[in-house]
């Protein structure tokens, strides 16, 4: 996954919420901010107990409008600052999110999701302006361990918020997995945060998604200036950070099957359980979600006489995937929302004898 360095590392069997919580201690984080929501809830309450004993602070706020407040007071100081909920609460920060991007401030934000149907939600947003998060989705604990580790050198190598699209699955599933910093490279500077050190020097800072550049009263903000920086420094992210794709048995493969987050993994397994009895195919799973590997995805589709996706809502990851093959193959959907009667997405269709079904329809379908 990354040339990541495991520094005094230890193997512990923790479930997803507590590993994600301990990665995000790993990394620095030092402020928590959110308002219970399962299965984001787990999250917050092992931040609670475990930020207080290296010195951080998490705030159970009064709701998620004032947990990304709070973030976005905590990370203009440049205290590494992370907050997070499930899509639902997602939709009530859209607006500080959006503003936090356009201040260019680092920040971790986690959607536990109840299933996946937040995909548009977390990489195209819900906010205003012109403005992209980068956007990892770990495929169960062990990957999430190093991931959300990941978002944090990259919140704070772009000055810029990245989303850990996780699940139900991912928080309550128990795995054995070592938690140790990981090395991601040197610390970006922070020189831009206000730390109040150069208040009333007459080199006082702003920060803020209007501009970091002081005006006088009687001129203003020149905001087209602002957001055509802004736009430049997004291209420019987008370009350079590395867009991650897990692939296996494509090289030979008829169909290869697309996935992301949890739901990938049962893809996998259904995938190499096809191969056993000799079917051509394949799997490819998208771990960044914005950058999207399109390129190399279109290179494991290569030769494929058809390109399958999986995912626990109605389509909508698969609108990514058709962009990227560019009609090299034709692209079909096979998934749908399964849901619990809770709606959390502890989904009946999980499960590989139901996916090889689907994979095999698309196999022997004529062409």
Request: hydrophobic content about 45%.
């Given at each position: 996954?990354?040339?990541?360095?495991?520094?005094?590392?230890?193997?512990?069997?923790?479930?997803?919420?507590?590993?994600?919580?301990?990665?995000?201690?790993?990394?620095?984080?030092?402020?928590?901010?959110?308002?219970?929501?399962?299965?984001?809830?787990?999250?917050?309450?092992?931040?609670?107990?475990?930020?207080?004993?290296?010195?951080?602070?998490?705030?159970?706020?009064?709701?998620?409008?004032?947990?990304?407040?709070?973030?976005?007071?905590?990370?203009?100081?440049g205290t590494p600052a992370a907050t997070g909920s499930t899509g639902q609460g997602l939709s009530l920060m859209q607006e500080s999110l959006a503003e936090i991007t356009l201040a260019r401030l680092p920040l971790v934000v986690l959607n536990m999701a109840r299933a996946q149907g937040d995909y548009w939600q977390a990489t195209r947003g819900g906010g205003h302006g012109d403005y992209r998060h980068i956007v990892l989705a770990p495929v169960d604990v062990a990957e999430a361990v190093e991931l959300v580790q990941l978002a944090f050198h990259l919140a704070a190598t772009w000055r810029n918020p990245v989303l850990v699209f996780g699940d139900y699955y991912l928080a309550h599933t128990a795995r054995s997995v070592e938690i140790g910093s990981l090395d991601f490279g040197?610390?970006?500077?922070?020189?831009?945060?206000?730390?109040?050190?150069?208040?009333?020097?007459?080199?006082?800072?702003?920060?803020?998604?209007?501009?970091?550049?002081?005006?006088?009263?009687?001129?203003?903000?020149?905001?087209?200036?602002?957001?055509?920086?802004?736009?430049?420094?997004?291209?420019?992210?987008?370009?350079?950070?590395?867009?991650?794709?897990?692939?296996?048995?494509?090289?030979?493969?008829?169909?290869?099957?697309?996935?992301?987050?949890?739901?990938?993994?049962?893809?996998?397994?259904?995938?190499?359980?096809?191969?056993?009895?000799?079917?051509?195919?394949?799997?490819?799973?998208?771990?960044?979600?914005?950058?999207?590997?399109?390129?190399?995805?279109?290179?494991?589709?290569?030769?494929?006489?058809?390109?399958?996706?999986?995912?626990?809502?109605?389509?909508?990851?698969?609108?990514?995937?058709?962009?990227?093959?560019?009609?090299?193959?034709?692209?079909?959907?096979?998934?749908?929302?399964?849901?619990?009667?809770?709606?959390?997405?502890?989904?009946?269709?999980?499960?590989?004898?139901?996916?090889?079904?689907?994979?095999?329809?698309?196999?022997?379908?004529?062409?």
């Open positions: 996954m990354s040339t990541s360095i495991p520094i005094a590392a230890t193997r512990r069997l923790l479930q997803g919420s507590e590993a994600i919580v301990e990665a995000m201690i790993a990394a620095g984080c030092r402020f928590f901010a959110g308002y219970p929501m399962t299965p984001f809830t787990e999250v917050l309450e092992h931040m609670a107990r475990r930020l207080p004993e290296v010195g951080g602070v998490c705030m159970n706020a009064e709701s998620e409008l004032e947990a990304v407040g709070m973030a976005w007071g905590a990370a203009a100081t040197p610390a970006p500077s922070t020189e831009w945060a206000l730390t109040g050190e150069s208040g009333g020097t007459g080199r006082a800072k702003l920060v803020s998604f209007l501009g970091s550049a002081k005006q006088r009263d009687d001129v203003g903000y020149d905001l087209s200036v602002h957001y055509t920086a802004c736009a430049e420094h997004t291209a420019r992210m987008l370009r350079e950070v590395t867009p991650k794709l897990d692939t296996g048995m494509t090289a030979d493969a008829e169909v290869v099957v697309v996935a992301f987050g949890t739901p990938g993994a049962y893809v996998r397994a259904a995938v190499r359980s096809l191969r056993a009895e000799g079917v051509r195919v394949g799997w490819a799973r998208p771990v960044t979600l914005v950058p999207f590997p399109s390129a190399a995805l279109a290179e494991a589709v290569q030769g494929a006489k058809a390109v399958a996706v999986y995912e626990n809502n109605t389509g909508q990851m698969v609108d990514d995937v058709r962009l990227a093959v560019l009609g090299a193959a034709p692209v079909e959907f096979i998934g749908g929302i399964s849901l619990d009667s809770s709606g959390f997405g502890i989904a009946p269709d999980l499960d590989v004898a139901v996916l090889r079904r689907r994979i095999l329809e698309v196999v022997e379908r004529p062409r």
